[in-house]
């Protein structure tokens, strides 16, 4: 997942995450409830080590303080900048599905960051694609997705090694299947080529523009990126909000009085959005948030084409003609019957209605401090650095799970220190070059039999371990866990249960057994699945020996061959 401001731990820990993983307790303010939520999510989690991706662009302001600052220890936060001074504007989400015995892809592009307020002030627009994958990777099939694979690429490269190869998988997944006909990514990446010219193939005679913020442009630009499109300045109609409009009392609109002179200067049509123009069913009046999305309706001369995108209308979002874009964006144009943005917008009328414009100073400072990455294996803390400015020093404070720090310096942009204390997890690295900072989350990559030894968060240290073992049993199809299951959380152990007739007890045996060689069956197909990938393998291993042990500590003829099961499973892949 991909976000242009630092994500929100609490809209991951508190909605998004437990709804993707289909977390089934929920996060009360009851004990119980509350432990059960934290122990599903926790170990949910911790299955997923190494496969959940965060990359987002470098915070440049004091970053608040999280109330969970341990969920970067089983998410992986990565910031761009590694190879040049970059910003991550792309709104990119690749999920990696099993479903059944069949794995899926769906990928997600839109206008929509990893922040609360993202979600419940603001209106997005989003474009969503699921696809079965195949056995096998194809070239033909890598080189359908056209540009989508050389800007993962790109953007993997410039959030560091461990985030080239997290990127690496999903190229690989989309190598397994062809991206549907009709379907055209079209990406910025830094430095590179004008994004505006990847619109030339669709002859476009005419487009309607529909974004919150408009660059700063001037007469060569502007020129410029029309050039680039093959579309005349007079046939770009910019969608804009009145003086008038609801949104213009916020923040979220821009376009500066100079940049609207030119605009209007080269001709191109700047017209009035209606206050009560409405793009969706759900789009109701009085709704309160203001738009975020990101539209250009394209017109040819017998399609209508919709591009949905982060690219704000800007030279660092596009680039024009020599210009450079600045920014990782990334969009997808497709055919579309939806042409709502064609038929509103009247041009200004003044007195009665003129152009919102707002002269904000871009503060454009050029950071010294680009890039910094911090990563523990459980045995060291590696840290590193790039920074412009190379002849000045730089040094970085290790702030733990306990609120201790630990202060280094850095030597050729580079650092390490040993640590292995599990209890006491290295959680973020503040970076500090004469008046910069740059603070970091570290990127936890120990392997998953070192991960487990770190305490289960915002859970009771004494029902951890039940816990644990609840979950592990659900995960590979065992009874659902509830509060009789967790001693402490109001469960009781087997021998202080009430009596049962021997009958009854012969039948629920049966039962017992019959459940605990389906998880036995559950394992041994995950052991399967998880063939190909190391850390995947040694987790489900690890899970083998958890559960062998926890039967072992079971009563009964059944129990005790579901042990023997799992112990020559294990020895035959030892």
């Not at 056209?146 to 090694?161: I, K, M, Q």
């Not at 951890?464 to 995960?475: S, T």
């Amino acid at each position: 997942m991909t976000s242009f401001e630092q994500p929100d731990a609490g809209l991951l820990v508190e909605h998004l995450l437990p709804s993707l993983l289909g977390v089934g307790h929920s996060l009360s303010q009851e004990i119980a409830e509350r432990s059960l939520f934290f122990g599903e999510l926790s170990t949910t989690l911790e299955t997923l080590h190494g496969r959940l991706t965060v990359i987002s662009s470098p915070p440049r302001e004091e970053r608040e303080s999280s109330h969970y600052p341990w969920l970067w220890r089983y998410v992986s936060h990565f910031i761009v900048g590694a190879q040049s001074r970059a910003v991550q504007h792309a709104k990119l989400w690749a999920f990696h599905w099993k479903v059944g015995g069949e794995e899926l892809i769906e990928l997600h592009i839109s206008s929509t960051n990893l922040t609360s307020a993202a979600f419940k002030a603001q209106l997005q627009a989003g474009w969503r694609l699921l696809l079965p994958l195949q056995p096998r990777s194809s070239m033909s099939a890598r080189r359908s997705w056209g540009e989508l694979v050389p800007f993962l690429e790109a953007l993997g490269a410039s959030a560091g090694a461990v985030a080239t190869t997290r990127l690496e998988r999903l190229v690989m997944l989309l190598s397994r299947v062809v991206c549907p006909a009709g379907v055209t990514f079209i990406t910025g990446i830094p430095g590179g080529k004008s994004a505006a010219r990847q619109l030339r193939q669709f002859e476009v005679s005419e487009i309607h523009v529909l974004a919150p913020t408009i660059g700063e442009w001037n007469d060569r630009t502007l020129s410029a990126w029309s050039r680039d499109v093959g579309v005349a300045l007079g046939k770009i109609h910019l969608k804009w909000i009145s003086a008038t409009h609801p949104w213009a009392t916020g923040d979220g609109w821009a376009l500066s009085t100079k940049a609207n002179a030119t605009l209007e200067a080269n001709g191109v049509q700047v017209e009035c959005l209606p206050s009560d123009a409405r793009f969706t069913e759900q789009h109701r009046d009085a709704d309160p948030r203001w738009s975020h999305a990101k539209l250009y309706l394209l017109r040819s001369r017998r399609k209508h084409r919709l591009l949905v995108t982060s690219k704000n209308w800007s030279p660092s979002a596009w680039g024009a003609g020599k210009t450079s874009p600045r920014n990782f964006e990334l969009g997808v144009v497709f055919e579309s019957g939806w042409t709502y943005l064609e038929g509103i917008g009247e041009p200004f009328n003044p007195p009665d209605t003129v152009p919102f414009c707002v002269d904000r100073v871009e503060e454009e400072r050029a950071f010294s401090l680009e890039w910094a990455e911090a990563q523990w294996d459980g045995k060291r803390i590696e840290l590193r650095a790039r920074s412009s400015n190379a002849s000045m020093a730089i040094m970085a404070t290790v702030r733990f799970s306990d609120g201790t720090e630990a202060a280094l310096s850095l030597v050729g942009g580079a650092a390490a220190m040993p640590w292995k204390d599990p209890a006491r997890t290295p959680i973020t690295a503040r970076f500090a070059q004469d008046s910069e900072t740059l603070e970091v989350d570290i990127i936890d990559v120990r392997p998953p039999t070192e991960f487990a030894r770190t305490p289960l968060p915002e859970v009771d240290p004494a029902i951890a371990k039940a816990l644990r073992e609840a979950f592990l049993l659900q995960r590979y199809g065992g009874p659902a866990v509830d509060l009789e299951a967790i001693p402490g959380l109001g469960g009781l152990c087997e021998s202080t249960r009430a009596g049962a007739p021997p009958a009854e007890y012969s039948v629920q045996a049966w039962i017992d057994a019959r459940t605990a060689f389906n998880v036995v069956d559950q394992w041994r197909a995950a052991l399967g699945e998880a063939v190909a990938e190391p850390m995947r393998r040694e987790r489900v291993l690890m899970d083998g020996e958890e559960l062998r042990a926890l039967y072992a500590r079971r009563e009964g003829a059944g129990a005790g061959l579901v042990v023997e099961e799992l112990g020559w499973r294990l020895d035959e892949k030892s």
